[in-house]
DNA sequence: CACAATAATATTGTATACATAAGCTCGATT
DNA sequence: AATCGAGCTTATGTATACAATATTATTGTG
């Protein structure tokens, strides 16, 4: 129970919430879930201010707290400010790259190649992920590093909803080959253009996402 | 008391910390923070807890939580972010640009010219703020205008420091006029590059960061 | 005189109680 | 039939009590 149940339940409550078990506009009643975590109101309240402080619900004053529902346009602006930084984060790491950065990169490329050409949909997303984390240490900016890892985390539920798209996976991974290929040879400025194109929201990918988040 | 004891103490001691009342490290003492207030210590803690969440404070498990104390390496890399995001307001400023918005920085824009002018360091820092906020409006990024004036809010005093070296007060003003040329001029990647270099913390400034932050 | 072990003190973490405001039911009125 | 309002119910905001842990003080020993 990590010793420390605000703590605790400030993590259970964030991954019912990122997993979708409690989506948005949910009702946050503090006495049922002190009663479905087996603790009182007070260490629930810490959670959900917790939570409230990092925008993921939203706390109204005498009324409950809820989960809170992204806007689609401001899911989009979330992803142009992601394509930024994480443009920003290749750049920096095709510049500054050290061996062990790169065998970090190299080997997390690999596992997506292995999982991408196995068609396994659940893997490839899980080592996507350590790829891109692996493009964040590279920076060698630990806050930049941080700041794309909790976007990136805020905005999963909808990137989820992006890889179902036909042929995604292939295509995402044909794009890894070539922003690896950037990075090594120390390209900052191809780097930023490529995973700004990568994570952006343009074009049709744009108008798939608004779909699928109209869907729900 | 903004009929909230919670949301009100943390603003409070928000304010207290960015203001240098509560300096980096100092200890917050739950009961001595609910005298001063005249509140019990559930409403600090709540306080405790969203300050925690957003960075601004450490909350160590059975001991007292601490003002965090941002490495300089780290404030560096705040800038370093906060320089791109600039930029990013910058370009889509420019290319989103409205009459209402243009007014706004236009208006802004003779503010600081004015307090340059008169050399009102203090009225300068403001105006200074409404400029930046003027350009994050008019990128019509609710969410990145959120970000950059965060931001914006949690380096002030590493900003302020920096407002103290010499002539940076007319060299920052005619930094803005080449700004408001560019945006007004629609060109976004010029916007992007001088807004980058506005805020960046690059060559001497940055030692000037630095010694100002090593002289503390 | 310095240092380690132990006792005393202070502080945090959680539960519970109670006051107060929001929401809801049900009846009355237009 | 629909709307408004009084009273009731439920949930939140805050205070306080108590338990558990960290910190400080004290005492004894080398």
Redesign the pocket.
Known sequence: MSE???RWLRDEIENAILSNELGPGTR????ALANRFG?????V??ALMQLGAIGLIE?R?????VVVDLPPRRVYEMFEVMAELEGMAGSLAARRLDSDSREAIATAHDRCERSAGAGDSDAYYYDNEEFHKAIYAASRSDYLAEQCAQLHQRLRPYRRLQLRVRNRLSTSFSEHCAIVDVIFAGDGEAARKLLQAHVGVQGERFSDLVASMAAR
């Open positions: 420390n149940a605000g946050l009643d503090e006495t603790v009182s109101r007070t260490p309240r810490e706390i004053p005498r009324r409950s707290a």
